[in-house]
């Protein structure tokens, strides 16, 4: 596709359940973050993945939280066992390389998650 | 992480220009300056990024201070799309954190017609 494409859109769950999202960066894409957004809050930087090398996990807010990306390409955000802490807009983005700090960094519509 | 300072909020009336400051007295010599945008339930939106020189692109302009420590994103003509918080963000090289975009409160624009 021609953007960042995030699923669920939407998605309530119960407090104590698992739940997984879904990221398909641009094609071509080498680096891959996901971001979180609580609502009224500001970004929350929580992983980023640059190619084969190990990923910066180091914004992630508990172990109840884990990311893979598999292939190179589509990476999936897990969060065990909920909590309504945990409801807020995630957003995954991807760019073309990895570290360069003039490289443009484009964001997906994010996944809406919601924990009653 | 090198900061940024920027006004929590500012107003403009459709078809005005509109200057959006950010102050990045840190700044250090190999920082890019970053312009996002985050309109209502959307994620955020790249709108330009410079680093010495002034930038222009189809969205906005971007003029930045002779010393670096300031900077002003600058929309041409405000429409009621515009309406959308504005981050100004710093993006170096180095180690560390320096590639990954650290958002910050960013200025809420409100466009009245």
């Known amino acids: 596709g021609a953007g960042v494409s995030q699923s669920p859109s939407n998605k309530v769950t119960e407090k104590g359940k698992d739940v997984e999202l879904r990221c398909d960066p641009i094609s071509g894409h080498t680096a891959l973050y996901w971001y979180r957004q609580s609502l009224g809050q500001g970004l929350e930087f929580l992983i980023y993945f640059q190619g084969n090398s190990a990923p910066d996990k180091s914004g992630l807010p508990s172990d109840r939280f884990s990311a893979e990306r598999t292939g190179g390409s589509v990476s999936t955000l897990t969060i065990q066992r909920t909590q309504q802490e945990d409801s807020a807009v995630y957003l995954c983005?991807?760019?073309?390389?990895?570290?360069?700090?003039?490289?443009?960094?484009?964001f997906g519509e994010g996944s809406w998650l919601t924990v009653v | 992480d090198a900061k940024t300072t920027q006004p929590n909020s500012m107003e403009s009336n459709e078809e005005e220009p509109v200057h959006l400051p950010c102050n990045h007295s840190?700044?250090?010599?190999?920082?890019?300056i970053h312009w996002y945008r985050q309109l209502p339930s959307q994620g955020p939106e790249y709108v330009i990024h410079g680093l010495t020189s002034n930038v222009n692109n189809r969205m906005a302009s971007l003029a930045i201070a002779e010393d670096r420590k300031s900077s002003t994103l600058i929309l041409h003509r405000a429409t009621l799309r515009d309406a959308a918080v504005y981050y100004c963000i710093l993006r170096g090289l180095g180690g560390g954190s320096n590639y990954k975009l650290t958002f910050g409160k960013g200025t809420l624009l409100t466009v009245n017609p």
């Open positions: 983005a991807s760019s073309l390389a990895g570290r360069g700090p003039g490289n443009t960094i484009y």
């Open positions: 840190t700044i250090s010599g190999t920082d890019y």
